[in-house]
Structure formats: structure tokens, C-alpha cells
């Protein structure tokens, strides 16, 4: 069993940057990825980014590319998202999930944080 636990969302102005952070406890599996998505109301959750935990392989949704980075802190068991260049359309709960390597599906999320971006 794994428990995710998201922080760092909050209110941001157009163009500012926020860090978001999710802090896996329980065990954490060689095989796992840890990664970010989001979701609107009355939209489906959309995958923003992922990090595999055990080499550090990186994937970003071709949204965020070039604005956001992933990073996780293996003593920590802490992932983490770096959101640059906000914009208001990018608004929404970001959720932190882990799945295992090679399969398709989450195995946990995390509760959501909710991230707002002003114009």
C-alpha cells in the first residue's frame, strides 16, 4: 500500500510559477512511476508528466513541455512538479499517481491539490 500526499497548489498570476510536491510513504517499488495529472470539471484527468523511479526516465504531456520539469528525491520518497509560465486554461486539481512499469493503470492517486492561475 502506498499513500500520496500532494501540497504546494495555490493561487498564482498569469506567467508566475508554482512547485508542487507529492510525498510517497509506504512501500515504494523499484518499478513504479510516479507522475502528475490533471483534471477540470467536466473534463477527464489528462496526464501532465511522469518519472520513473528507478533510473529517472522522464515523460511530459507535449502541453507542458519546456515549461514544466519533474524531478523526484529518492531519500525523500518525494516527487516533484516545477510549473513555469502559468497560464489560466492550465487551472485545475493536480493529482500525484504511481503506477507500475509496463502497465497502463494507476495503482494509487494522491488526494489533488488545487492549482488556480489569475489573468
Known amino acids: 500500500q502506498v499513500q500520496l500526499v500532494e501540497s504546494g497548489g495555490g493561487l498564482v498570476q498569469a506567467g508566475g510559477s508554482l512547485r508542487l510536491s507529492c510525498a510517497a510513504s509506504?512501500?515504494?517499488?523499484?518499478?513504479?512511476?510516479m507522475g502528475w495529472f490533471r483534471q477540470v470539471p467536466g473534463k477527464e484527468r489528462e496526464f501532465v508528466a511522469h518519472?520513473?523511479?528507478?533510473?529517472?526516465?522522464?515523460k511530459y504531456a507535449d502541453s507542458v513541455k519546456g515549461v514544466f520539469t519533474i524531478s523526484r528525491d529518492i531519500a525523500k520518497n518525494t516527487v516533484f512538479l516545477q510549473m513555469g509560465s502559468l497560464e489560466p486554461e492550465e487551472a485545475a486539481v493536480y493529482y500525484c499517481?504511481?503506477?507500475?512499469?509496463?502497465?497502463?493503470?494507476?495503482?494509487?492517486w494522491g488526494q489533488g491539490t488545487q492549482v488556480t492561475v489569475s489573468s
Open positions: 499517481a504511481v503506477r507500475t512499469i509496463n502497465r497502463a493503470s494507476v495503482d494509487y
Open positions: 518519472i520513473i523511479w528507478n533510473g529517472g526516465n522522464i
Open positions: 509506504g512501500r515504494i517499488s523499484s518499478t513504479y512511476v
